[in-house]
T-cell receptor, first 113, second 113 residues
Framework: DAGVTQTPRHEVAEKGQTIILKCEPV?????LFWYRQTKIQGLELLSY????????DGGAFKDRFKAEMLNSSFSTLKIQPTEPKDSAVYLC???????????FGPGTRLTVL | GEQVEQRPPHLSVREGDSAVITCTYT??????FFWYKQEPGASLQLLMK?????EINEGQGFTVLLNKKDKRLSLNLTAAHPGDSAAYFC???????????FGSGTKVIPCLP
């Protein structure tokens, strides 16, 4: 079975650009999560979908970050406009249900110049 | 909301020695607990999931202890070896359909005895 896939693996953007990160969860999983990982802040939740419905979004990220899940097998994270402080690794994870293990994708390393 | 504090942030341990990483959490209704391992350049992988009703769980080369009274979760690496070189994260799930709250991580570095 394929695990969580994320594309692209690396992204370089100029300040002010719009970027879209993509995630395909494990087939059959109901929950999908987007996290941002930095050395200073650690893992921060950006969005949590349960059966395609948005359950939680990280309050601090609402203004420029928008995650969508148009179908159960694909999710996007849009950052608009990007800022240098957005440079981080963006992780997507999925789980079968609440309380089950989260499977993490390889991440997208974003660099904003 | 749930807050999780993880200590220490860095841990140097001699090969063959044991090491303990501890997380304390705030929500007494927390139910599921996880430890994840992240090797350099890789994504997070599950080490162990702990239910609220269990106290001690043994894995390959480690032990997990849950103390609900003190709201403390600990990971004990029983005999450190080079393969333990990684960052370790605890994660706690509070209420139903709530996302995980992650600790800030502990970077473990085994060193020669």
């Amino acid at each position: 079975d394929a695990g969580v896939t994320q594309t692209p693996r690396h992204e370089v953007a100029e300040k002010g650009q719009t970027i879209i990160l993509k995630c395909e969860p494990v087939s059959g999983h109901n929950d999908l999560f987007w996290y941002r990982q930095t050395k200073i802040q650690g893992l921060e939740l950006l969005s949590y979908f349960r059966s395609k419905s948005l359950m939680e979004d990280g309050g601090a990220f609402k203004d420029r970050f928008k995650a969508e899940m148009l179908n159960s097998s694909f999710s996007t994270l849009k950052i608009q406009p990007t800022e240098p402080k957005d440079s981080a690794v963006y992780l997507c994870a999925s789980s079968l249900d609440w309380g089950e293990e989260q499977y993490f994708g390889p991440g997208t390393r974003l660099t904003v110049l | 909301g749930e807050q999780v504090e993880q200590r220490p942030p860095h841990l140097s341990v001699r090969e063959g020695d044991s090491a303990v990483i501890t997380c304390t959490y705030t929500d007494p209704n927390s139910y599921y607990f996880f430890w994840y391992k992240q090797e350099p350049g890789a994504s997070l992988q599950l080490l162990m999931k702990v239910f609220s009703s269990t106290e001690i769980n043994e894995g390959q080369g480690f032990t997990v202890l849950l103390n609900k009274k003190d709201k403390r979760l600990s990971l004990n690496l029983t005999a450190a070896h080079p393969g333990d070189s990684a960052a370790y994260f605890c994660a706690v799930s509070a209420g139903f359909a709530s996302a995980l709250t992650f600790g800030s991580g502990t970077k473990v570095i085994p060193c020669l005895p």
